[in-house]
């Protein structure tokens, strides 16, 4: 089936500092979504990318689709300490229900 | 705003025992499912759920599970004779209609003893 990677596995930052993660797939997807899931809860959508090429922002988080639509990456901008978590990508195609989600990307920001 | 709710939120089983997971979707949404995450591993699809019929479903999704829409507002997911690999947590999710994202709810964390 179609695996989807997250890089890096886990961060450590401090606060105030900016953070960038991937997301790499052995296929393609038409969707990419970002989720955010804090422990003992349900993933939050945090942006959903539907072309291309496309670069969105929520706030202080940007996300873009990747060209090739392989891939695509989140940055959180001048991190606080509510962004500790952990960031999924996750990949959809038309025809489809299922979301294909990554294996994650914990945040941890040190005091 | 609009929330995916999921009762309960902790459930305790003997393994054998069968187990029915509760889920109140988004009041206007069409399109149901359910994933699960087992304990430290990412988030996996179980089946999709439209037109009171299963339109998807994973390998995951044998004969031990089921899905129903019993009534205009609840969703389940029964799994008949459980094991104690199905210990993990189940979320339900939903969404309005094509191409637009799925919502979670925050989840039941089912134990198997």
């Known amino acids: 089936g179609q695996q989807l990677n997250q890089s890096p596995q886990s961060m450590f930052i401090q606060e105030g500092e900016d953070v960038s993660m991937n997301c790499t797939s052995s296929s393609i997807f038409n969707t990419w979504l970002w989720y955010k899931q804090d422990p003992g809860e349900g993933p939050v959508l945090l942006i959903a990318?539907?072309?291309?090429?496309e670069l969105t922002s929520n706030g202080r988080l940007t996300a873009q689709f990747g060209i090739t639509r392989k891939d695509s990456f989140l940055n959180i901008s001048a991190s606080i300490p509510s962004d500790v978590g952990i960031y999924f990508c996750?990949?959809?195609?038309?025809?489809?229900?299922?979301?294909?989600f990554g294996t994650g990307t914990r945040l941890t920001i040190i005091p | 705003e609009p929330e995916v709710t999921q009762t309960p939120s902790h459930q305790v089983t003997q393994m054998g025992q069968e187990v029915i997971l509760r889920c109140v979707p988004i009041?206007?949404?069409?399109?149901f499912y359910w994933y699960r995450q087992i304990l430290g591993q990412k988030v996996e699809f179980l089946v999709s759920f439209y037109n009171n019929e299963i339109s998807e479903k994973s390998e995951i999704f044998d004969d031990q599970f089921s899905v129903e829409r019993p009534d205009g507002s609840n969703f389940t997911l029964k799994i008949r004779s459980t094991k104690l690999e199905d210990s993990a947590m189940y979320f339900c999710?939903?969404?309005?209609?094509?191409?637009?994202?799925?919502?979670f709810g925050d989840g039941t964390r089912l134990s198997i003893l």
């Open positions: 996750a990949g959809h195609n038309f025809g489809n229900e299922k979301l294909t």
């Open positions: 999710a939903s969404r309005t209609g094509a191409n637009q994202p799925q919502h």
């Open positions: 990318l539907y072309k291309a090429g």
């Open positions: 009041s206007n949404h069409l399109y």
